[in-house]
């Protein structure tokens, strides 16, 4: 189970699968939190869209938002 808040879907997938009892040969079952639905594969292309929408906006990535690159020295921290 992957409950993410629509607002930090990053955060609350990074917590999911850092989880001891997360087995990534399991399909994902996701929980928008504050909403209502069952996961029947919606949800989760929903959170893989919005976690890859996230993902290219961090700093390891340069270059315009149709053509982003992978920086060579990214920042230490990342959000």
């Known amino acids: 189970m992957v409950?993410?808040?629509?607002?930090?879907?990053l955060d609350g997938?990074?917590?999911a699968f850092g989880r001891k009892s997360f087995n990534p040969l399991c399909l994902l079952d996701v929980n928008f939190v504050a909403e209502d639905?069952?996961?029947t594969?919606?949800?989760?292309?929903?959170?893989?869209?919005?976690?890859m929408s996230d993902t290219i906006e961090l700093p390891i990535f340069a270059g315009e938002?149709?053509?982003?690159?992978?920086?060579?020295?990214a920042p230490c921290k990342i959000p």
Do not use: C, P, S, Y
Not at 3 to 9: A, F, G, I, K, L
Not at 41 to 51: D, H, I, S
């Open 13 to 15: 997938g990074l917590r």
């Open 3 to 9: 409950n993410v808040d629509r607002q930090n879907v």
């Open 41 to 51: 594969g919606g949800l989760t292309k929903e959170f893989m869209r919005l976690a």
């Open 65 to 73: 938002k149709t053509a982003r690159i992978l920086r060579m020295h």
């Open 37 to 39: 639905g069952i996961d």
